[in-house]
């Protein structure tokens, strides 16, 4: 289950985080601006996803609220089933992890990770990962018709993921944060956000 407080922390601290970067922005040159801004859109976007995923969360939490425990399955099966937002790597990977759902396999192939490697990206505050992994299974999921570019670059992402042996301190988080905006750019110019 979603951990509220944790999630509205952390939607805080990114809010600043944003607010920061917008003020470093426009003290630079034209030229320098244009990236960061390209790049302070996609972290709009994600502020957006982030929240717009936990008033879902809320939602369906009230919805169920008003139904006996008998018929709460089938309520949150119909909820999901129109859900916007249908993975939730996190509640996932928990799930797997604590033996609850036993298919790996299902984890794998809708997030391209590993459920242990998704809570430990987690922990170690690596949200953007998640985020993208997360993101690519809500595509699927809500079967949007994916654009070889965005395919492309999310496939690129996970494999700099991996050779990166699972983001050592040796700088290479950095080269995941990019393939991560590369990512994020994909969508934004394809998928219509």
């Not at 018709?145 to 996970?158: A, K, M, N, R």
């Not at 950095?174 to 956000?193: F, H, K, N």
Request: net charge negative.
């Amino acid at each position: 289950m979603m951990n509220l407080s944790h999630t509205t922390t952390r939607l805080r601290e990114d809010t600043a985080e944003l607010r920061r970067r917008v003020t470093e922005a426009k003290a630079l040159n034209p030229e320098q601006q244009t990236q960061k801004l390209q790049d302070l859109d996609i972290d709009c976007y994600l502020l957006e996803y982030d929240t717009a995923k936990l008033a879902q969360y809320v939602a369906v939490i009230k919805q169920l609220g008003k139904h006996d425990d008998a018929s709460q399955k089938e309520v949150a099966e119909r909820i999901m089933k129109n859900a916007t937002y249908k993975a939730d790597i996190l509640t996932d990977a928990e799930l797997f992890v604590s033996g609850v759902i036993t298919d790996g396999f299902i984890f794998t192939s809708l997030y391209c990770s590993d459920p242990e490697m998704a809570l430990q990206y987690h922990e170690r505050g690596f949200h953007y990962i998640n985020r993208v992994l997360e993101n690519n299974a809500n595509l699927h999921l809500t079967q949007r018709e994916i654009t070889p570019e965005v395919e492309y670059q999310h496939y690129s992402f996970v494999r700099k993921l991996l050779l990166t042996s699972f983001v050592s301190s040796d700088g290479s988080e950095s080269l995941i944060e990019g393939a991560a905006y590369q990512y994020w750019g994909a969508v934004r110019d394809t998928m219509g956000w």
